[in-house]
């Protein structure tokens, strides 16, 4: 929009501009809805965040910015519209329609939203954590694992994540420390049992990550402290795998969402939520793993039950009118 304050109607707002924003941009285009979509920063959501993707079929090996510009693009070849907003709320109206509001006051008047906003992973906020993302700091196991075969790594956390995760990761690794804060893990006993099992997992209690360390090359290692004696240590890793909790962005919607007690919208088959004409996909939405290839093909399906859902709109209207 040229100036802000203004207030514009649209079809279709699809708010967040990751891979599953953008594959229902370009769905939705394609299916000729009057579309538009707002994304607070670059086009491509953690995509930006992804040094080297090898699990996206038909592309064995992609910088993740190469793959968010592609996608940008290809959305972009059938007419997407993208806005550069931060999306600040998005209500449900008495008429049914949403009104989706921009940070700079920016309207828009929505017959139908489709939440792509993704999530944020919880972060250590430590000295290096930020300097060694992507070059050594992962929140992605599934993402990453592989690109550290043979060497010794950590892992930080006690719940569900950490411990699956950690376990996952020994199919790459020859080490692995989890680093846990208190003495005892809060994941599942089966989460648990893998864990205490597995003969490549050492479990370092009571302690916390300090810092990051490491050199142009990349990390090396982690300063660590235990809670109970304060005493510091080095460990020699090349690799920190961060999984204390990720929280999904679903702070803009001010109706009540169904969501499970982890924040995440439940959704139906055809990604609806309990919102009528609220479609959600990604990594916002309560699902078994959050991939890109999952986010893809949940978008693809939100576009296609939203544009049902608009098409009923319509028909009923004329109905009424009749
Ligand atoms: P979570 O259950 O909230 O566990 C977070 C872990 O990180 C806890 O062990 C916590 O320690 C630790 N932690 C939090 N902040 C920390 C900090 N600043 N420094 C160090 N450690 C910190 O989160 P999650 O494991 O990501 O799981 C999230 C949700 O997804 C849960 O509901 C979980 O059940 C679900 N999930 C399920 C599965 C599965 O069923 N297979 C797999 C993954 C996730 P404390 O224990 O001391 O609090």
């Given amino acids: 929009?040229?100036?802000?304050?203004?207030?514009?109607?649209?079809?279709?707002?699809?708010?967040?501009?990751?891979?599953?924003?953008?594959?229902?941009?370009?769905?939705?285009?394609?299916?000729?809805?009057?579309?538009?979509?707002?994304?607070?920063?670059?086009?491509?959501?953690?995509?930006?965040?992804?040094?080297?993707?090898?699990?996206?079929?038909?592309?064995?090996?992609?910088?993740?910015?190469?793959?968010?510009?592609?996608?940008?693009?290809?959305?972009?070849?059938?007419?997407?519209?993208?806005?550069?907003?931060?999306?600040?709320?998005?209500k449900k109206l008495e008429n049914g329609d949403f009104?989706?509001?921009?940070?700079?006051?920016?309207?828009?008047?929505?017959?139908?939203?489709?939440?792509?906003?993704?999530?944020?992973?919880?972060?250590?906020?430590?000295?290096?954590?930020?300097?060694?993302?992507?070059?050594?700091?992962?929140?992605?196991?599934?993402?990453?694992?592989?690109?550290?075969?043979?060497?010794?790594?950590?892992?930080?956390?006690?719940?569900d994540a950490a411990t699956e995760e950690a376990d996952f990761l020994t199919r790459y690794v020859d080490k692995l420390y989890l680093i846990h804060r208190r003495d005892e893990l809060r994941a599942q006993k089966i989460l648990q049992n893998r864990v205490f099992e597995n003969p490549k997992i050492e479990i370092i209690w009571d302690t916390v990550v300090e810092e990051v360390l490491g050199d142009e090359k990349g990390m090396n290692g982690l300063r660590l402290r235990n809670v109970r004696t304060d005493e510091e240590s080095r460990l020699d890793a090349t690799g920190l795998f961060v999984f204390i909790g990720f929280l999904p962005n679903t702070g803009l919607l001010e109706d009540h969402a169904e969501h499970d007690a982890g924040g995440y919208l439940i959704t139906d088959r055809d990604m609806r939520t309990s919102i009528p004409g609220l479609f959600v996909a990604g990594d916002v939405r309560a699902q078994l793993t959050r991939q890109i290839t999952t986010a893809v093909g949940d978008a693809t399906t939100a576009v296609i039950a939203a544009e049902k859902y608009l098409t009923e709109l319509k028909e009923a209207e004329a109905t009424a009118t009749a």
């Fill in 1 to 90: 929009m040229a100036e802000t304050g203004s207030e514009r109607k649209v079809e279709l707002v699809i708010v967040g501009g990751g891979p599953a924003g953008l594959t229902a941009g370009l769905y939705a285009k394609r299916t000729e809805l009057d579309t538009v979509l707002l994304e607070r920063g670059l086009p491509g959501g953690q995509l930006l965040n992804t040094e080297l993707i090898d699990d996206y079929p038909g592309l064995p090996e992609i910088d993740g910015r190469e793959l968010a510009e592609l996608m940008t693009k290809h959305a972009q070849k059938f007419g997407l519209e993208i806005q550069t907003a931060a999306v600040q709320a998005i």
């Fill in 99 to 159: 009104r989706v509001t921009t940070e700079g006051d920016d309207v828009y008047i929505a017959r139908a939203v489709i939440l792509t906003a993704g999530g944020t992973p919880n972060k250590l906020e430590v000295p290096g954590e930020v300097e060694y993302s992507g070059r050594g700091v992962s929140y992605c196991a599934i993402c990453d694992g592989a690109f550290f075969k043979g060497e010794t790594i950590a892992v930080a956390g006690g719940g």
